[in-house]
Antibody, heavy 121, light 109 residues
Framework: EVQVLESGGGLAQPGGSLRLSCIIS????????IHWIRQSPGEGLEWVST????????FYADSVKGRFTISRDNSKNTLYLQMNSLRAEDTALYYC??????????????WGQGTLVTVSS | QSVLTQPPSASGTPGQRVTLSCSGS????????VHWYQQLPGTAPKLLIY???QRPSGVPDRVSASKAGTSASLAISGLRSEDEADYYC???????????FGGGTKLTV
C-alpha cells in the first residue's frame, strides 16, 4: 500500500523560509514523479511544483518560480520543497501527491493529508 | 496561472443524474488527459477519474466521464448524499509546461 506523509509546515514570517518534506512508502520511489499541490483556506486546488522520476525534470507554477525549489532524495524516499521569500498568499495546506503508473503529465493517484503553512507577521 | 473553467456550483436530488463540466483549450484538455478529483469536506482530494474516462478501482460505475475537443464532463448517476463534495478537473498544459486545475464545482445533494 502506498502511503504519503507530509511534514514541515508551520508559521513563518513574510520574507521567511520553510522546508516541507514528504515521505512516500510502498512503491519504487525513484521511478515516479511527485508533485506539490496547495489549497488556501476556503479556496480551490493550485498546482505548485513537479519533479519527474528518473531524470529529475522540475516544473514550477509562475506564482512560486524563483522562490520555491523542489528536490528529492531517492535514498530516503523523500521529497522536499524549499520555500523562500514567503508571502501571505503562500498560506495554504500543502499536499504531496504521486502516481504509480504514469508520468509527470499524468494523474495524481496517491495523496497525503497535507501540511499547513501559515505566513503571517 | 490560468485555470480550467468549471461552474462553481451544481445540485441534484437523491437518485438523480448530474453532469459537471470543465472547459479548457487545445494546449491542455485538447492535447492531454483530463482527470477528476473529489474532495469531501475536511479531507484530501481523491482521484475519481483519470485519463478522460478511466475509473480507479473502488470508484462505482455510476460515476463516468467523457471528453470532446477542449471540454470534458463528469457524470454521477443515482445521486447519494455522500456524493456531496467539491469536484475538480485537472489537465497538463503543453504551453505552460505545468498543471492546471479547474476552480472546482460544489455539488449539493
Amino acid at each position: 500500500e502506498v502511503q504519503v506523509l507530509e511534514s514541515g509546515g508551520g508559521l513563518a514570517q513574510p520574507g521567511g523560509s520553510l522546508r516541507l518534506s514528504c515521505i512516500i512508502s510502498g512503491f519504487a520511489f525513484s521511478e515516479h514523479p511527485i508533485h506539490w499541490i496547495r489549497q488556501s483556506p476556503g479556496e480551490g486546488l493550485e498546482w505548485v511544483s513537479t519533479i519527474s522520476g528518473p531524470d529529475y525534470l522540475t516544473f514550477y507554477a509562475d506564482s512560486v518560480k524563483g522562490r520555491f525549489t523542489i528536490s528529492r532524495d531517492n535514498s530516503k524516499n523523500t521529497l522536499y520543497l524549499q520555500m523562500n521569500s514567503l508571502r501571505a498568499e503562500d498560506t495554504a495546506l500543502y499536499y504531496c501527491t504521486t502516481v504509480e503508473n504514469g508520468g509527470y503529465a499524468d494523474h495524481f493517484e496517491y495523496w497525503g493529508q497535507g501540511t499547513l503553512v501559515t505566513v503571517s507577521s | 496561472q490560468s485555470v480550467l473553467t468549471q461552474p462553481p456550483s451544481a445540485s441534484g436530488t437523491p437518485g438523480q443524474r448530474v453532469t459537471l463540466s470543465c472547459s479548457g483549450s487545445t494546449s491542455n484538455i485538447g492535447s492531454n488527459g483530463v482527470h477528476w478529483y473529489q474532495q469531501l469536506p475536511g479531507t484530501a482530494p481523491k482521484l475519481l477519474i483519470y485519463r478522460d474516462n478511466q475509473r480507479p478501482s473502488g470508484v462505482p460505475d455510476r460515476v463516468s466521464a467523457s471528453k470532446a475537443g477542449t471540454s470534458a464532463s463528469l457524470a454521477i448517476s443515482g445521486l447519494r448524499s455522500e456524493d456531496e463534495a467539491d469536484y475538480y478537473c485537472a489537465a497538463w498544459d503543453d504551453i505552460l509546461r505545468g498543471w492546471l486545475f479547474g476552480g472546482g464545482t460544489k455539488l449539493t445533494v
